[in-house]
């Protein structure tokens, strides 16, 4: 190779790490999907023999729903839902944290457990406080809170579903939606007291 070209490689590199460095740090929704991507390069899909079968029992339990059980059940399956990652931009409009989520295509296990953490990433944003994220191929994406009161950390794992597809679902479950619900509550009801 010319030498020039090994000469402009490397003021190639160093202007994308001073650029990388001038932009400051990342936020933690963009540093969850960076982490999740080079993870998603090691990861091997798991056998979904399970699927065959159960494609019946689905079908029946979305038919003996009725009213907003049904409406959230229908949610969780692919082409149901209108925009399933799209949540959670504001806090105001975040009621809850989901348990869990269904996605049909592996590719869109990353963009679940971004629509899952981010009432996380929101909530401590409002409490001026930090969300630590740690990815792990073999047990999911820990969000560590700092200062949230009851509940240190959540973990997002993803299985294969025995209807097919994959659940990304919250394991510290109810318990962890119960603690946003009321810091949330308490959250709002604050800022509309500064407020006035």
Known sequence: MPAGYNAGMGILSLLLIAGAAWAGPASPEE???VLLTDI???HVQEAREAVLGSADELKDAVANQSGPA???MMDRFPGMAADPFNVCRELARCPEAALSMHVEDQKLINDAFIAMARPWFKLQEARGK???V???AGLGVQLKLEGLPGLESVTLEASPAPTGGFDVSL???SAAAVV???ERAALLVSSQVTAK
């Open 70 to 72: 049904k409406k959230g």
């Open 180 to 182: 946003y619900a009321a």
């Open 134 to 136: 740690a990815v792990d």
């Open 171 to 173: 394991r510290e479950g």
């Open 31 to 33: 540093r969850l999907r």
């Open 130 to 132: 930090a969300v630590a």
């Open 40 to 42: 998603q390069a090691k």
